[in-house]
């Protein structure tokens, strides 16, 4: 009895689960410093890789490799845009942007679970994006502030966001249809 009562727990996360986290959040480290600098917020692969994690992992695996991706560069190892780590960094001007991407993956994981079709999980991703923006854009306008830099809305805006609205639509659609495959292909060999 206490046997079949312990084979039916449903394991929250198993070694191969660890494993999968480990893996997506150490792809999130290596994409993520790669970036063109364009203004005081660089057009990085970090979202296409947060992107990619939640599709193929799903909203709370993907939304942890975010987090241990988050904690990496927060420990100072340099896999922020442009190979760059630290509190500094994380807590600067631009760090709202960095801080929101685990909201971002698991909005975006909610729909890309619930949802086996491009156009729903296309939109999810989109509502986390715009929850990033938003976070985003007001932190890095109280960070000016406080930096006797201040801007205003719409230079902010132009700034930080209206530039990568082009960028991010395609790595997300880049990221769903390339984690689907991935996914598919990790559930047949059942890894």
Known sequence: ??????????????????????????????????SIPIGPVPVSLTPFAVY?????????????????????????????????GGPA???????????????????????????EKFWPCFLGCLLGLAVLYFVGTVWFMVGMSMADKAMGLWASLMACVIPFVPFDCVKIALAIILGKKIRGALNKADI
């Open 52 to 84: 990619l994690a939640v599709v193929v992992l799903g909203k709370y695996r993907g939304t942890i490799a975010t987090l241990v991706y988050l904690l990496i560069g927060l420990a100072g190892v340099p896999v922020f845009s442009g190979f760059s």
């Open 89 to 115: 960094k994380l807590f600067g001007p631009t760090g709202g942007y960095l801080v929101t991407f685990f909201i971002t993956a698991f909005i975006a994981g909610i729909f890309c679970d619930k949802f």
């Open 1 to 34: 009895m206490e046997n079949s009562v312990s084979t039916n727990k449903k394991k929250i996360l198993t070694v191969k689960n660890i494993a999968q986290i480990a893996l997506a959040a150490a792809i999130i480290c290596v994409l993520g410093p790669l």
